[in-house]
């Protein structure tokens, strides 16, 4: 009874800067506690999370203070403070495995992850440790409320990677008209294909394999050209056995007619 009468004193007070600045200055494990609880409630999140700063200092992933913990945590979630909030979760996961916030705090740690996973082109080992956290937790909580949500921002997570990947591939192609390696193009596109076999990208990658195999075949010389020229052909239905209605229909024709008029001269070979 005396606890609550507390926190409902702190409650009608806590506008003042002076309870503020007293629970700042308290060793009161207790008092500080319920200061900053209110605080967070009242969505002041800045001025509770100074508090649970200097409150965890002395009391971090003590049981009897978890509920501070997880609110520090969420506290630096809500204010987007993901570098912060993501190490946090996961030491608190460690610390509190069960428990009235296990489940939430294994969904804050991911997101965090999540939303600090970076742009495809650059490094993506947050985003591969998103999917893994996100994976986890739908073993752990099949049924979670969470659960569709998941899977979109998980289905968003490997889209990027596949992205990455399609474009690192593809650049082989690109760079090919200085190399003049377009076998190293054929190579990294099929390596593409065999990992992302369902990739939204895969019609692309059909297509740059074609053309990479079309200019290798165009640009051979004549020992190797007719070989090339029957490869190049392959990749062609390649893609037209994907998507007969390929958005790079035309063009791709119009290089297969090249190649069947530069085949005739191995007809009679």
Avoid: W
């Avoid at 308290?26 to 100074?50: F, H």
């Avoid at 508090?51 to 971090?60: A, F, G, S, V």
């Avoid at 958005?247 to 791709?252: D, M, N, T």
């Amino acid at each position: 009874m005396k606890k609550l009468s507390v926190i409902l004193l702190l409650a009608i007070t806590l506008g003042s800067c002076s309870t503020y600045q007293k629970a700042l200055k308290s060793e009161d494990s207790e008092y500080q506690n319920a200061v900053a609880y209110e605080l967070y409630e009242a969505g002041k999140y800045k001025k509770a999370i100074r508090l649970y700063d200097k409150l965890i200092t002395r009391e971090k992933f003590k049981p009897n203070f978890q509920t501070a913990n997880f609110n520090y945590g969420k506290a630096n979630y809500l204010l987007r403070r993901y570098e912060l909030s993501g190490p946090f979760f996961r030491q608190f996961n460690i610390s509190f495995p069960v428990g009235t916030y296990a489940e939430e705090a294994k969904y804050l740690e991911a997101m965090s992850l999540y939303n600090m996973s970076e742009v495809y082109s650059l490094d993506q080992h947050i985003t591969y440790d998103a999917i893994a956290k996100f994976d986890e937790y739908l073993v752990a909580y099949p049924e979670s409320d969470f659960k569709d949500d998941i899977l979109k921002y998980r289905a968003e997570l490997v889209q990027k990677l596949e992205k990455k990947a399609y474009e690192a591939a593809k650049q082989y192609n690109t760079i090919g008209e200085y190399t003049r390696d377009y076998t190293a193009a054929i190579v990294a596109l099929d390596n593409f294909m065999l990992d992302y076999p369902g990739s939204i990208y895969k019609e692309d990658a059909l297509f740059y394999k074609f053309d990479s195999a079309y200019k290798l075949a165009i640009n051979s010389v004549y020992s190797k050209m007719n070989e090339r020229i029957q490869n190049a052909m392959k990749a062609y239905e390649g893609l037209i056995s994907f998507n007969v209605n390929t958005k790079y229909k035309e063009k791709a024709d119009k290089m297969l007619n090249r190649l069947q008029k530069e085949s005739k001269q191995f007809s009679n070979i």
